[in-house]
């Protein structure tokens, strides 16, 4: 799958399928959501990306590979509603002598910030922390995304509230919610194995018209 960031450029994302919901949602269990977005950030297959970029292309693969709908603290929005609210904060990327300050390339991290914001290179001079500084305070800011009677919901990707958010996209079913889904289509695709490695989108799709054919 190949999606387009802002800038124009293209990424490149494996599929997120029916077996991987259930693998995400085991990771959260076990590892937390540090290690939750270590394995989503897996399926993005383009590198030197900084977290806004992997924030945009992983939005568009719960798009196409779950549902362009979030459920989410009361209130259901759409994946359009998302991407119209971050859009404008995409490139925030300041270029010094030898040097480019941009958002943080990791959504989690032990790091500190002032190191995570140099996008290249890796090192900078004692003489440019003023000027990094400032611009952590200018930009170090939450995104209003849903903005609704019943939720509001900010992200900010200077810490990781961004991260957190997209664990809890892609956190769409339950693994019971998900057997019960792959029991249904079951009765009429006896290729258990081919229905883990589809989407759950195709998943949901496939139930729908055979459901709407017995009716």
Request: aromatic share 12%; with cysteine.
């Amino acid at each position: 799958m190949i999606v387009q960031l802002p800038s124009k450029n293209l990424v490149k994302l494996k599929e997120f399928t029916v077996r991987d919901q259930i693998i995400l949602n085991d990771t959260i269990e076990l590892s937390g959501f540090s290690g939750a977005i270590e394995f989503l950030e897996s399926f993005i297959l383009t590198s030197g990306l900084n977290c806004f970029d992997k924030f945009w292309a992983l939005i568009q693969l719960r798009r196409y590979n779950i549902s362009d709908t979030i459920d989410f603290a009361n209130v259901s929005v759409t994946i359009d509603t998302v991407i119209d609210n971050i859009q404008p904060y995409w490139n925030i990327k300041q270029t010094l002598i030898a040097t480019s300050l941009n958002y943080p390339t990791q959504f989690f991290s032990s790091l500190p910030l002032i190191e995570q914001c140099v996008y290249s290179p890796c090192t900078v001079s004692a003489s440019i922390s003023p000027t990094i500084h400032n611009f952590v305070v200018k930009h170090d800011k939450p995104i209003s995304i849903i903005n609704t009677k019943t939720a509001q919901i900010e992200i900010n990707f200077f810490d990781n509230s961004a991260g957190r958010f997209l664990v809890q996209m892609f956190r769409a079913f339950s693994n019971q919610q998900v057997r019960e889904y792959v029991y249904k289509l079951a009765h009429y695709v006896h290729d258990i194995d081919g229905i883990y490695k589809g989407t759950i989108a195709d998943l949901l799709d496939y139930i729908d018209l055979q459901q709407r054919k017995d009716n």
